[in-house]
């Protein structure tokens, strides 16, 4: 019980020390922006307020995250949050808040439940560590997932893609027309698509704007969708065969692939024939004749 209580206090100091911490950097703001408006600099004021006011979902978010050492950089997280589709800045704040608040939760379910009696500082530091570490791999998971929903829907947009070209529309009618119809069974696929039009919509060249396709994806099929792009609109080759060879390949390797993971799995179901059902079979078959032979000798 006192490992305990002076978790709790250890807890309890952190929390109140990163508070007092994040109201004297508020102060430090406003006393800031104050003097920024009196140089007449509105530009910075505005930033002060939007950082001082915060934004939808995210106003806790960002108390935690300011608190945290380094929460206001985190470049990696800022790379990776948009390969899982977050794109959101609230969605930043959200993750830098949780890598404090799932290891705080987990201390204090840890203190509740108390798991502690045997070795408290092993599993305070263990359940501390989890926590930190959950989220990351949460967001891991997410990037796959993303991953492999863009790989399923890529050959199916491709071919309403090609059925587009060769009922006459351009390349970026097509990608609108195509992006619209898999908005309901492939969302993630889409969803990128549009976002390469909205590029397009905004000034930015075409190929550049794929180009952010490949490196906002970071799917290796993806890539090469661009490159033949590239160089179809560098060659003046048909785009619409181009497209319609590139679908067959993946189509192809996915094929391939699932070929060689049914091949794996009769090599994967021999730890588990021999660990769990070889003994259910040897109890059930050779159990009664064993019974009887020792009701017989008995």
Not at 38 to 66: N, S, Y
């Amino acid at each position: 019980m006192g490992y305990a209580i002076i978790a709790f206090l250890i807890v309890f100091l952190l929390l109140s020390s990163g508070l007092l911490l994040l109201f004297h950097r508020d102060e430090l703001g406003r006393r800031l922006s104050n003097v920024l408006v009196e140089r007449g600099r509105p530009g910075l004021v505005e930033r002060f307020k939007r950082t001082q006011t915060g934004e939808p979902h995210g106003g806790f978010a960002e108390l935690i995250r300011r608190s945290t050492p380094g929460g206001t950089k985190a470049p990696a997280a800022q790379q990776r949050l948009p390969l899982a589709g977050y794109r959101q800045a609230f969605h930043q704040k959200l993750f830098s808040a949780s890598k404090v608040a799932v290891p705080a939760l987990f201390v204090i379910v840890v203190a509740v439940t108390g798991l502690y009696h045997r070795s408290p500082y092993l599993v305070f530091v263990g359940a501390a560590g989890l926590g930190y570490l959950l989220p990351d791999y949460w967001l891991e998971y997410r990037i796959k997932a993303r991953a492999r929903s863009l790989e399923q829907g890529l050959p199916d947009l491709l071919d309403l893609m090609v059925v587009c070209l060769e009922a006459g529309l351009s390349i970026d009618q097509a990608a609108i027309r195509s992006s619209e119809e898999m908005s309901f069974s492939h969302p993630a696929i889409a969803e990128e698509l549009a976002l390469v039009m909205l590029e397009v919509r905004a000034g930015q060249p075409r190929m550049r704007a794929w180009k952010h396709l490949a490196e906002r994806t970071n799917v290796e099929a993806i890539r090469m969708l661009v490159t033949i792009l590239v160089q179809a609109d560098q060659f003046g080759t048909g785009i619409s065969r181009t497209l319609r060879v590139h679908s067959d390949t993946m189509r192809t390797q996915r094929r391939q692939k699932l070929e060689e993971l049914a091949a794996k799995t009769a090599v994967k179901l021999v730890f588990p024939l021999a660990l769990f059902i070889f003994p259910s079979f040897f109890v059930v078959v050779l159990g009664p004749a064993l019974l009887t032979l020792a009701e017989t000798l008995g």
